[in-house]
């Protein structure tokens, strides 16, 4: 029986379909399963493989990571419509007023137009999720939004990070030399 995975030469059954002699984009049998599952489940490793169950209904195997990711993009999908359906509803109200209602309620923090971009990229940002099949950069930047509504609440941190900076009270610091190190250890 032929095994194929990712960079290797597929032969064998593999080439016209299956041992079946069935074409690789029909479904699977139960039969034919028992018969050549190896050729299933190394298939089912470069992209989802159906099977038809012997009650008709139609099954999918395909491996964990994907079947993870679609999962989480569905949630994340979800919850980017019940963001939009409430940021929608409310948008001329203060974000202070609704934001408890979304899953982001860290967004009372921020003006309406920085909720309203914020809502942008939220949009995008899950469409580029789909495509690259990973949700990395979406969940960075959700993170990235989420610590800044954080600084946004701590006022006297806000009043540091946007006073002028003294230039002449900066110094340079310079690393321990070797001899300060030895004579510490």
Known sequence: MARASAGKQISGSAVRGRASGRTADAPWGPTEIQRDYRT?????????????????????????????????????????????????????????????????????????DEVGEFARELVADTFDAAQRGTLEHLQGNLRAWDSTAGVYGQPDAMRTLLSRVDLDGIVEVLPPSEQVLAAQA
């Open 40 to 112: 299933l489940l190394d298939r089912a490793k470069d992209s989802p493989q159906e099977v038809l169950d012997a009650d008709g209904e139609l099954l999918v195997i395909q491996t964990k990571g994907v079947a993870d990711f679609q999962r989480r993009l569905q949630a994340q999908v979800a919850e980017t419509a019940r963001f939009l359906a409430v940021y929608n509803e409310h948008r001329e109200v203060p974000p202070a007023e609704w934001a408890m209602q979304t899953g982001y309620p860290w967004l009372a923090a921020f003006s309406g």
